[in-house]
């Protein structure tokens, strides 16, 4: 496989992650500002923007924080590289390369997506945001389903792979903002506020229906923080991430001959998650230890482009 055709592959797995995620961020915002009392729901929007690490790209914009504005901003505009609208651009771009190695349901579920923010100016009020977030994850949960009817070949390895470090990268980021400033002054921990930021960002991975299969023992930030860092059952938790990607590069090792610095540092992060204990990181400190996983998951991105020479 040639390496501009493997990058073209990966970058189309991170695209449309990025993009499924900042619906599932915006979907969930929505509800929690409609749940929260003022500041807690302007909170809840600014917090959507720091996810993502887009504060300073949107203070550029002159706009001012709200419901229309930040959600506009996260899936309409297309100045902003972090919107829905442009990560389904840059995928289109990208499928668009290797078309003739996507099956026709992989193709449209990519240019449906796409196609939904034709001629499209506003997001609309809550309900409007939330039925374009809705339609947004259908077709990329159509892309992700015919990714995997596909052939189990390079081509499939190489856009999960990129779907598995955008993940990790999204789960880190979504909890590290969580535990240090979406709690608006003044609220207590543990409060009705605090349980319903917590409930949100169960919603934003799919994760509400596990929780409750997994603890018995009602909502605890403590058992969250468990869940999306250590359980391998839950497929957007960092455990789940790691060890796909170990598999994916693994598979591409055996397939491409390709074995280097990226499949080194891959079992390495892998080998110390598996000695890791959520206690043990609450204890030590959640942020340093997500702060030093987000920058091993950019190494390791890195890593990929070098080792399979990525153009």
């Known amino acids: 496989m040639l390496s501009r055709t493997a990058s073209s592959l990966y970058w189309l797995g991170r695209y ?7 619906a599932r961020l915006v979907e969930a ?20 923007l720091a996810v993502i690490d887009a504060q300073e790209a949107f203070e550029a ?42 099956t026709r349901d992989a193709w449209t579920g990519i240019n449906r997506a796409w196609l939904l923010f034709d001629s499209r100016s506003s997001p609309g009020g809550a309900t409007a945001t939330l039925n374009l977030a809705e339609a947004v994850k259908a077709e990329t949960r159509g892309f992700e389903g015919a990714i995997h009817r596909m052939l189990r070949n390079q081509t499939t390895w190489f856009i999960r792979l ?15 903002v969580k535990y240090h400033i979406l709690l608006p002054e ?6 009705v506020v605090d349980r ?69 540092m891959a079992r390495g992060r892998h080998a110390k998650m598996m000695k890791t204990r959520s206690a043990d990181v609450i204890v030590g400190g959640l942020h340093q230890y997500l702060e030093t996983f987000l920058a091993e998951n950019a190494d390791l991105h890195f890593a990929i482009g070098r080792q399979f020479k990525f153009a």
Not at 36 to 48: L, M, Y
């Open 16 to 22: 449309v992650e990025r993009a499924d995620f900042i």
């Open 29 to 48: 915002t929505v509800r929690l500002d409609v749940l929260s009392p003022r500041p807690a729901g302007e909170v809840a929007w600014a917090s959507a």
């Open 61 to 102: 914009s002159g706009a001012t924080i709200g419901q229309q504005s930040v959600a506009r901003f996260l899936t309409l505009d297309s100045s902003h590289p972090g919107s829905i609208v442009r990560c389904l651009d840059k995928a289109r771009t990208n499928a668009r390369a290797v078309r003739t190695a996507l």
């Open 162 to 176: 990129g779907q598995a470090i955008e993940r990790a990268d999204n789960t880190a980021r979504l909890l590290d």
């Open 186 to 191: 003044g609220e207590t921990v543990g409060g």
């Open 196 to 264: 319903d930021q917590w409930t949100t960002i169960l919603q934003t991975v799919s994760a509400v229906t596990a929780y409750r299969w997994l603890y018995s023992d009602g909502l605890a930030p403590a058992n969250v923080i468990d869940l999306l860092i250590a359980r391998h059952e839950l497929p957007r938790s960092l455990a789940a991430s790691v060890e796909e990607t170990v598999e994916l590069l693994s598979l591409l090792a055996k397939r491409t001959g390709h074995h280097g610095e990226a499949d080194r």
